[in-house]
């Protein structure tokens, strides 16, 4: 694996591991241990073997990172332990990661600023920010908007039947849900537009742009 930039992380750039997409894939199983590989679109892979059952619960990790400079690899290989809390709804449990670092618990771990494990949010002395901290109202609105047009064109991939004995399956609820966070993002940024268009003219001292909109 590459070292991350040192330079300031925002959460949807850095490495990530989160609980929900394990679940999700089968890779965390009740009364199991499963092994497998994690891997990231720039082409860096992890190898994983996952343990929940009574005796034991953790995410085991195994990977090497390799100095930019001196080509140098450093081996990893460690357990994340799990934990749970009873769910607030009275169903079931929700499990957690326990941080390496911190011994607190998180849904979601990163890799970043140079730390040779993973760690959760708050254990990093840098802030990783959000992405909504890091971009213009614009930019948000817009970066918003087209995120969610992919999750939206996954989605009408899948989903097969919109009724089910004469109510909406989970994923149409979902699809709509979609639809309607999205609609909202794009009057957002259609709003916007006009402020920009008039700061710009304002700052280069051009003819008030009133009335173009």
Same mark, same amino acid.
């Given at each position: 694996? &590459? ?9 949807? !750039? ?21 092994? @497998? ?15 929940? /059952? ?14 930019? $400079?001196? &080509? !140098?690899? /450093? ?8 934990? /749970? ?6 169903? &079931?449990?929700?499990? #957690? ?12 771990? #990163?890799?970043?600023? @140079? ?5 959760? +949010?708050?254990?990093?002395? $840098?802030?990783? #920010? ?13 970066? +918003? ?8 064109? /996954? ?12 109510? $909406? ?17 794009? +009057? ?7 402020? #920009? ?7 280069? @001292? ?8």
């Amino acid at each position: 694996m &590459g070292r991350h930039s040192t330079g300031v992380c925002t959460t949807g !750039e850095v490495h990530r591991i989160e609980l929900s997409y394990l679940l999700r894939q089968g890779f965390i199983r009740n009364h199991r241990k499963v092994s @497998g590989t994690l891997s990231w679109t720039n082409g860096s892979c992890i190898s994983f073997e996952s343990s929940f /059952t009574d005796e034991e619960k953790y995410l085991r990790l195994i990977y090497y990172i390799q100095n930019s $400079y001196t &080509g !140098e690899k /450093t081996n990893h290989d460690y357990k994340i332990l799990l934990t /749970t809390i009873p769910s607030n709804l009275g169903k &079931g449990e929700i499990i #957690y990661f326990v941080c390496p670092s911190t011994g607190k618990r998180a849904r979601i771990l #990163y890799r970043c600023y @140079g730390s040779p494990i993973w760690k959760c +949010r708050i254990a990093y002395r $840098y802030r990783i #920010y959000y992405e909504s901290q890091q971009c213009s109202k614009l930019d948000f609105h817009n970066r +918003r908007y087209w995120a969610l047009e992919k999750q939206i064109e /996954t989605l009408n991939k899948q989903v097969c039947k919109k009724l089910y004995r004469g109510r $909406y399956t989970r994923q149409a609820v979902r699809l709509t849900r979609l639809k309607v966070k999205q609609l909202y993002h794009d +009057r957002m940024r259609w709003l916007i537009v006009p402020q #920009y268009i008039q700061k710009m003219v304002n700052e280069n @001292g051009l003819p008030n742009a009133e009335g173009l909109f």
